[in-house]
């Protein structure tokens, strides 16, 4: 079996307007390719809520902040297009540069607050690029939902923000981060690391599954965060581009843990840079109480509830 693969925006359009006269409701799962797991667990996700599923593959010039980061993405459609078809996705949607940004080609789309600071303080532009590549795909495939992993925490509030300020009609919903069995969060950018850096990678996630545990159980959020940044260092990751707490919904920095947050992590190891993210949850709200409660109460209380 394979997937069907169209790569103009009028084949595309073509083919949904179809599905569409047949009553079916259409998912997209936007991708830059090299599918992994936590890519096809999207596709799952949309096929559990949509008839038919689009899935696009496009390596995004406008997001890359450097030549050669660009150059060095890996390219493998063969590969993801027979993953694909294995699970079950309808259509490939891979249109090439030209065909995204023809000659002439001139809007930016550009997303102010939730994309400042985190990721888009080290790599400028970087979000003008998702928001507009992000756009173009939703008002091209139409589609009714769009599946986004929760890894790139910060790009689903630039999406969400962007969707809702067009008025582009499309729910988008954010899936879980799939972790390999030691916790890597799955990446594209992973088959980059040696086996001695795959070896140290996974102490990230570990560290702040740890720092999570302490801030819910009360602990001062600085000095976590400081903590928490000198262990990441000390496993052997060379720099901490940044490591805070961000409320759940508005992605506003955080000093105490009042409310539903995450913590979000950008480090390098060796010559390539992950990010990753975990949920943190105050105890008191976890147990059931109100977040107006929780957010009268000070660190110790919530440390010896
Ligand atoms: O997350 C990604 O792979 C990309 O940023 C996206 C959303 C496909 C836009 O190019």
């Given at each position: 079996?394979s997937?069907?693969?169209?790569?103009?925006?009028?084949?595309?359009?073509?083919?949904?307007?179809?599905?569409?006269?047949?009553?079916?409701?259409?998912?997209?799962?936007?991708?830059?390719?090299?599918?992994?797991?936590g890519?096809?667990?999207?596709?799952?996700?949309?096929?559990?809520?949509?008839?038919?599923?689009?899935?696009?593959?496009f390596?995004n010039?406008k997001?890359?902040?450097s030549?050669?980061?660009?150059?060095?993405?890996?390219r493998?459609?063969?590969?993801?297009?027979?993953?694909?078809?294995?699970?079950?996705?309808?259509?490939l949607?891979?249109?090439?540069?030209?065909?995204?940004?023809?000659?002439?080609?001139?809007?930016?789309?550009?997303v102010?607050?939730?994309?400042?600071?985190?990721?888009?303080?080290?790599?400028?532009g970087?979000?003008?690029?998702?928001a507009?590549?992000v756009?173009?795909?939703f008002?091209?495939?139409?589609?009714d939902?769009?599946?986004?992993?929760?890894?790139?925490?910060?790009?689903?509030h630039?999406?969400?923000r962007?969707?809702?300020?067009?008025?582009?009609?499309?729910?988008?919903?954010?899936?879980?981060?799939v972790?390999?069995?030691?916790?890597l969060?799955?990446?594209?950018?992973?088959v980059?690391?040696s086996?001695?850096?795959?070896?140290?990678?996974?102490?990230?996630?570990?560290i702040?599954?740890?720092?999570?545990?302490r801030?819910?159980?009360?602990?001062?959020?600085?000095?976590?965060?400081s903590e928490?940044?000198d262990?990441?260092?000390?496993?052997?990751y060379?720099?901490v581009?940044?490591?805070?707490?961000r409320?759940?919904?508005?992605?506003?920095?955080?000093r105490?843990?009042?409310?539903p947050?995450?913590?979000?992590?950008?480090?390098?190891?060796?010559q390539t840079?992950?990010?990753?993210?975990?949920?943190?949850?105050?105890?008191?709200?976890?147990r059931?109480?109100s977040?107006?409660?929780?957010?009268?109460?000070?660190?110790?209380?919530?440390?010896?509830?």
């Open positions: 079996m997937v069907a693969i169209v790569r103009t925006v009028a084949e595309l359009r073509e083919r949904v307007a179809e599905w569409r006269r047949g009553g079916a409701r259409v998912a997209v799962v936007p991708t830059m390719g090299a599918l992994h797991e890519h096809l667990s999207l596709v799952r996700a949309a096929l559990a809520r949509a008839e038919r599923v689009v899935v696009t593959l390596v010039p997001q890359f902040n030549a050669a980061d660009l150059a060095a993405y890996p493998t459609e063969n590969e993801d297009a027979a993953k694909l078809a294995a699970v079950g996705a309808h259509l949607y891979a249109p090439d540069g030209s065909e995204m940004y023809p000659e002439g080609f001139a809007t930016t789309v550009s102010t607050g939730v994309s400042q600071g985190l990721c888009g303080a080290f790599r400028p970087h979000f003008d690029g998702v507009t590549v756009a173009k795909l008002l091209q495939s139409g589609a939902i769009a599946l986004f992993g929760e890894k790139d925490f910060q790009q689903l630039v999406v969400r962007m969707a809702r300020d067009l008025d582009i009609p499309i729910s988008i919903i954010g899936c879980p981060t972790r390999e069995a030691d916790g969060a799955l990446s594209s950018r992973n980059r690391l086996p001695a850096e795959r070896r140290v990678a996974p102490r990230l996630a570990a702040l599954f740890e720092a999570a545990e801030m819910a159980a009360g602990a001062p959020v600085d000095s976590v965060l928490a940044q262990a990441i260092m000390t496993a052997g060379e720099k581009e940044y490591l805070e707490l409320g759940e919904e508005d992605l506003k920095p955080m105490r843990l009042d409310r947050a995450r913590l979000i992590v950008a480090a390098w190891l060796g840079r992950l990010i990753d993210n975990v949920v943190v949850t105050p105890a008191r709200i976890g059931g109480l977040v107006q409660a929780a957010m009268g109460a000070d660190a110790t209380a919530s440390a010896t509830s």
